[in-house]
């Protein structure tokens, strides 16, 4: 479900790194409420830097970013932590996203605690706060985990668990936005499939907007609305999913496809 207001809208995006490789060269992009916005582009095209940039993990050297209607300052520390209670990402390795020496129950109430509210589900059936645990058992099971993995250590848990722990992580703060960068690269392909299918069941059931990186154009076309290529620090292509293999893309992107489809 999307409709026509802006989640997120960056606009003339900049970010060199020191020692002079340009990640980010002028780049514009925006994604509605409910809307899946796929990123692909090849190694080193800058999409790990635009999704930091967008996190605000780094400090974009120009441009602006709106989020949910409001400008974000990244030189103000307020600024930045209202933009990141709505917007949470998932990292391509799961084992490196969770400390090894935490059960997962702290590990997935983190953010939530960091946060210090209190803990309420995120469908509001309920009529008044759960316990800690209990809305941890809830994140897990909309995760499809059982709730005894919560006294796991994360070696306990396969890759794809750990990635739905991740992503139980991801939605225990109700979150508006998720970026997820690569979620199902280090999986084996026989669970890549159903970690998409729980993303957009998650999608729909709570109307959550991603930015969606990839170097997977089947899943990316699967997942998304619309995609954008990136190249060398642009962005040179922008299209509805639909339109991925329509002649009018740009030479990069059919090479990618040709390329991927080889
Ligand atoms: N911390 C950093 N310091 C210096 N250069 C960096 C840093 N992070 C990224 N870069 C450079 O910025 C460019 C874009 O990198 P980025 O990781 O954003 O690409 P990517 O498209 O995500 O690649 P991949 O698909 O391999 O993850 C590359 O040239 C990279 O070497």
């Known amino acids: 479900m999307k409709n026509n207001e802006y989640m997120m809208k960056a606009e003339h995006l900049f970010k060199t790194f020191p020692g ?52 974000i300052n990244p030189r103000k520390k307020a600024s930045i932590a209202q933009a990141r209670k709505k917007i949470q990402v998932v990292f391509q390795n799961p084992a490196a996203s969770f400390n090894p020496k935490l ?13 210090k509210n209190e803990v309420w589900p995120l469908d509001t059936s309920q009529k008044k706060p759960l316990s800690r645990r209990d ?23 396969s890759g794809g668990q750990k ?8 939605i225990s703060t109700k979150p508006s936005l998720i970026i997820l960068d690569e979620p199902t690269a280090s999986l084996d392909v026989s669970i890549q499939g159903n970690v998409l299918n729980l993303l957009k069941d998650l999608q ?11 170097h ?21 292509d922008s299209f509805n999913s639909e339109d991925m293999f329509s002649e009018d893309r740009h030479a990069y992107t059919k090479e990618l496809i040709h390329v991927f489809e080889a």
């Open 135 to 157: 809305y941890a058992s809830y994140l897990f099971d909309l995760t499809g985990l059982p709730a005894r993995y919560l006294d796991c250590y994360p070696h306990e848990l």
């Open 216 to 236: 997977d154009l089947a899943a990316v076309r699967f997942m998304s609305d619309s995609i954008v290529v990136m190249n060398k620090g642009r962005i040179i």
């Open 103 to 115: 059960k997962m129950l702290t590990s997935v109430m983190e953010p939530l605690d960091n946060q």
């Open 20 to 71: 002079g490789s340009t990640a980010l060269s002028d780049v514009s992009l925006s994604i509605l409420k409910g809307e899946c916005k796929g990123v692909v582009g090849e190694s080193g095209s800058g999409k790990s830097t635009l999704a930091k940039c967008l996190t605000f993990i780094e400090k974009a050297d120009k441009g602006s970013i709106i989020v949910d209607g409001q400008l």
């Open 204 to 214: 729909e059931t709570f109307q959550l907007s991603y930015l969606f990186i990839s």
């Open 163 to 170: 990635q739905r722990a991740a992503i139980a992580r991801s």
